[in-house]
């Protein structure tokens, strides 16, 4: 969208600053005063009809690629109002979604995506936040796995190497501030072209609706995130966990690149079936990796052990973002 100039910019441009959390309250058409809808990427769930996703969260969507008058390309992530309450149950939509702003506006790092601007209209709200132009990880890894044979890597070493640096980065900056992310996959991480591809793209976490805020030597409580991408302690019901999920959902990530799938069942972007949920949090719970051989024979062993070690069923032995 383009980014018209206005009155009210000042008000707007302070929004994203620090400081109480404060909603723009504007209709569809102070919406469109701002911003001129121009071309539409991916929605989370990988639909071009903008459908998006329905989370623990809400329906949560990146919709439309963005330019400012500054040349700043941003994108909108709204997320439905009107949606059901999340599965913690004590908080609404609204609460989840300030939560949210809370936490984007205290992160301040070039793996994590900027928050710019926040509204709020009778139906949804909004979130304007950096743009990257290759879309998310989950659409690239879907392509290139439909682009290579079946027996060969989806993703090279080197690729999964720069994507993974910068995801373990961001792992280790939101941590030394205390902060559990809980829901990382190859949908909330979005790619920046710089040239060459996965080879030397950007990364960004561009969701943070899921984040914990941890207090020292304090553990969580409560389900987030998805089945596919749990460590085996966040599905336990009677237990608490640490920031090691979240190096488990990253090796997930890693086995992603280089197969194309999650590691213990479901295809990207696909819903499971009970049965196959069954399945799936047991294999979690074992940690049994179906395509172990498969993966031995084809990578090397510097990346299969890495790939243990953040698989790790006992988060105790599980290697840190800094390791």
């Not at 172990?292 to 024979?297: K, M, V």
Request: with cysteine; aromatic share 4%.
């Amino acid at each position: 969208a383009r980014r018209h100039a206005s009155s009210k910019d000042s008000v707007i441009a302070g929004l994203a600053k620090g400081g109480a959390v404060v909603l723009f309250h504007a209709s569809s058409e102070d919406l469109s005063d701002y911003y001129s809808l121009e071309d539409q990427i991916l929605s989370q769930d990988g639909s071009k009809d903008g459908s998006g996703v329905g989370t623990s969260n809400g329906k949560m969507n990146v919709l439309f690629q963005r330019s400012c008058s500054f040349h700043t390309v941003t994108s909108l992530k709204s997320m439905d109002r009107r949606s059901a309450r999340t599965l913690q149950k004590q908080d609404t939509t609204k609460d989840q979604f300030v939560h949210e702003i809370r936490l984007l506006r205290q992160m301040d790092h070039p793996n994590i995506a900027k928050l710019y601007e926040v509204f709020e209209d009778a139906a949804q709200y909004h979130l304007v936040i950096e743009c990257c132009d290759m879309g998310l990880l989950s659409e690239v890894i879907l392509s290139q796995k439909d682009a290579n044979p079946e027996n060969n890597l989806v993703c090279s070493e080197i690729q999964v190497s720069n994507v993974m640096k910068q995801i373990l980065v961001a792992v280790l900056y939101m941590h030394g501030h205390m902060i559990c992310h809980r829901d990382l996959r190859p949908k909330v991480i979005m790619l920046h072209d710089i040239g060459q591809g996965l080879d030397t793209c950007l990364v960004r976490v561009v969701d943070m609706s899921s984040a914990y805020k941890m207090k020292k030597h304090h553990h969580i409580h409560g389900l987030a995130g998805r089945l596919e991408w749990s460590a085996p302690e966040l599905l336990a019901a009677a237990s608490t966990y640490g920031k090691a999920v979240d190096m488990w959902a990253s090796g997930c990530i890693m086995h992603s690149m280089l197969c194309g799938s999650s590691p213990f069942g479901g295809q990207i972007g696909e819903h499971l079936s009970h049965e196959e949920e069954i399945e799936v949090q047991g294999r979690i719970q074992r940690g049994d990796l179906p395509e172990q051989q498969w993966l031995d024979s084809r990578v090397s062993r510097a990346a299969v052990k890495l790939l243990k070690r953040m698989l790790c069923c006992d988060e105790s032995k599980r290697c840190t973002p800094h390791q």
